[in-house]
């Protein structure tokens, strides 16, 4: 069996030059004692305990604040994508995120082992074609079409969600966001944020920030940014007029839901907050009390309730919660690790690099984990 190892022992392995190792967690989910919904008590950071008959306060206070200074140097490397490349196993796919949709009872994905081209499986006969060629950066699906980022070239294409009626916008220089609304493509480019209608015409540039995040929602344009004199979150109107900066600090992922903004907050500890849409009011998110710990910085929102992955440290394992927006119920669902969360329904996606390719899918209703790419 091949040695299992986490993202948290990578700064370890950064001071020691430790290379080329193999890394396959799936042998820690197949054993995993988890197979039920478990009600749970929540600790963001179960960090040891300080046992005052052995350390004395001065020491201690020293030790804590070592531990969280490690913690904060960990969510850094993390969050800014720095562990994502170091080179874990020489067959695996460097980048934490995979993307991939549910649509028609199909699923769509980047094949990491095809180049990031673009794939669909038929979820009823498990059958798996190629309908691009392309390799793709990102690609959303709206109303039977699909809209991708040509990552040679940064194009953005469009074509049915059966392969067919390839179109290419030739005046698109696309780098990660993609998102539709109505008959407007918005997305991220090096140089700012754009808008394109889906027939190719009509191009306008509607920001000069270079968007980490980018949603459309409830009639405005939200995006993030941790660029230098850029950094914040922002709210503007469709076509970019009347832009306002809501929070002036480094935001990352961020989504939406009730006119709230959620987002794991890098200033405190990477724990869940919230703010309106408009900006007024901010606070952090809590489940009976507790803080809500966003450890890998990934989560999706889906049907009022949030998915993350949490690491209970003394037990260097990695669960699988969910936790409803409106009332703060926490439940744990599975042991696994996941620095890409897909909802769709009862099916929620799972992926991490060191699987190699492979992707998961938990079905919440049977609480059953399955390996559906192999």
Not at 75 to 80: K, Q
Not at 90 to 102: I, R, T
Request: glycine share 6%; aromatic share 14%; charged share 25%.
């Amino acid at each position: 069996m091949k040695k299992s190892i986490t993202e948290k022992k990578i700064l370890s392995m950064i001071s020691t030059a430790v290379d080329n190792l193999e890394v396959d967690v799936w042998d820690k989910i197949v054993n995993s004692k988890a197979s039920n919904l478990e009600e749970i008590n929540f600790s963001p950071a179960e960090l040891p305990k300080q046992t005052r008959m052995f350390v004395p306060g001065r020491i201690a206070s020293i030790v804590a604040a070592f531990i969280f200074m490690i913690i904060g140097i960990y969510a850094f490397l993390r969050i800014s994508g720095i562990i994502s490349g170091i080179n874990l196993n020489p067959n695996m796919h460097a980048s934490p995120f995979l993307a991939v949709a549910e649509y028609d009872n199909k699923l769509f994905f980047q094949n990491f082992k095809d180049e990031s081209k673009l794939y669909c499986m038929d979820l009823d006969e498990n059958k798996i074609k190629k309908i691009s060629d392309d390799s793709v950066a990102n690609f959303t699906i709206d109303n039977g079409d699909i809209y991708y980022i040509d990552m040679a070239d940064g194009k953005i294409v469009m074509l049915k969600t059966d392969g067919t009626n390839r179109k290419v916008l030739e005046k698109t220089n696309a780098t990660w966001n993609i998102a539709v609304f109505e008959d407007w493509i918005y997305y991220s480019s090096n140089d700012g944020i754009f808008r394109i209608k889906n027939d190719g015409s009509n191009m306008e540039k509607i920001s000069n920030v270079y968007a980490h995040t980018l949603h459309v929602y409830n009639g405005n344009v939200y995006f993030s940014s941790s660029n230098e004199n850029d950094e914040g979150l922002y709210k503007a109107e469709l076509d970019g007029k009347n832009t306002v900066k809501i929070y002036d600090r480094t935001v990352y992922y961020f989504d939406i839901y009730k006119n709230n903004i959620y987002f794991y907050n890098t200033d405190d500890n990477c724990f869940l907050y919230k703010i309106t849409t408009d900006g007024n009011n901010i606070e952090k998110v809590r489940s009976n009390g507790r803080d809500i710990w966003i450890s890998t910085g990934e989560f999706d929102i889906f049907n009022g309730e949030i998915y993350f992955t949490h690491e209970r440290l003394l037990e260097n394992q990695n669960y699988l919660y969910k936790m409803s927006l409106d009332n703060g119920d926490l439940v744990k669902l599975v042991q696994i690790e996941a620095t890409t969360i897909k909802v769709f329904g009862q099916h929620i996606y799972l992926y991490h690099p060191s699987y190699n390719g492979r992707l998961y899918r938990l079905n919440v209703s049977e609480n059953t984990l399955e390996k559906i790419i192999f």
